[in-house]
């Protein structure tokens, strides 16, 4: 097993990354101020790894008291399964101390990270990621949120979990679409602070891909490295946070465009690195070949390096004008000026942002 620590002061956390961790109760146990617990988890995961998860919870003296399979896909990220939540939590009369222990993909871990910030004002709450999406991004670094049908994530806190636990052998049952979808993310480490990364998933995406147990868990240690130094030194997002946004502005248009049901998360954000790539590369701060190789890594690994055919570019632009990073009503993108290395600006003329989506169909 190996760990890392998110350095938040007071409120900092070990991420766990290793194999059998889901049995390991004791991870959890030494997390927590009291013995009880609810997992929420999904219809797909529960009754793959709940049960082991709770065995190990028991043996390490955790109540668990109740469990919520919650409907499978990210339509569901919704005001109305959070609602289910609560009433979960209200019928197993769990109190300040009970906590939200989410067992799933990174659907699962927001929506139930923003149960546990909410929920009687706040309950401990912890992270058991199974995809790699979640254990590389979404479960660390306490952004929560659910979707609303005009915008991805725009109702949720932040609120940073007590412990991550990323057992890689729950990635065994993971379908290979999920699998290359996470990697989207893997390799935006790569593109806007790591370069070093980048090179190495050029070289080792087969392995990667390929499920290799070395491999695999290379790249969740080192994207967890990157994230927890982000997250660390800009918890909410005043400043460089923001990069770990790359190809976002993009993808979170691509899914609500879609009504949050054709494209992954992962796939999306695959297709808006490149939209950004090509707008860095039209205004004059990325060279044609750090496109290529972008284009390249994303393309063999299996990954959408264009948008939605049917998706116009005046709505993707509708949509991007609601981004959360906007300001002033003007929406800020994340560029790159080379691999490895990315800025945040709102001085891209809209002009471009069409030529670039377009470029991108
Ligand atoms: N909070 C953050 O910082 C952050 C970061 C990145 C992404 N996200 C969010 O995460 C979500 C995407 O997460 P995701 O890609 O994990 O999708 P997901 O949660 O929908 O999981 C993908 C699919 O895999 C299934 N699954 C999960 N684990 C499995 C396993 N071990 N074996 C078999 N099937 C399994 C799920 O049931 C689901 O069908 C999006 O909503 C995105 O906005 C959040
Ligand atoms: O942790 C972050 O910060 C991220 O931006 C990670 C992203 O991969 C993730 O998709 C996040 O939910 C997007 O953030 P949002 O604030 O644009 O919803
Ligand atoms: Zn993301």
Known sequence: MKTLTVDLGERSYPIHIGPELLGAGELIAAALPTPRAVIVTNETVGPLYAQRLAEGLEAAGIKV???????DGEQHKSLATLETVYDRLLESRADRQTAVIALGGGVVGDLAGFAAA???RG?????????LLAQVDAAVGGKTAVNHPRGKNMIGAFYQPRVVVADMDTLA???????????AEVVKYGLIRDPAFFAYLEEQAPAILGRDPGALTEAVYRSCRNKAEVVAADEREAGQRALLNLG??????????????DWLHGEAVAAGMVMAAETSRRLGFLSENAVTRTRALLERSG???????????????????????????RVRYVLLEDIGRAFVTAEVPEATVREAIEACR
């Open 65 to 71: 008291v109740a469990r919520t399979d919650l409907p």
């Open 118 to 120: 909410t929920y009687q």
């Open 123 to 131: 309950v401990p709450f912890v992270q058991v990621p199974t995809t």
């Open 173 to 183: 049952t993971l379908p290979d679409r999920e699998l290359r979808a996470g990697f």
């Open 248 to 261: 976002h502005t993009f993808a979170h248009a691509i899914e609500t465009g879609t009504g949050y049901t």
């Open 303 to 329: 990954l959408p390096v264009a948008g939605p055919a049917g998706l116009s570019t005046d709505r993707y632009l509708e949509i991007m004008g609601v981004d959360k990073k906007a300001a002033g009503g």
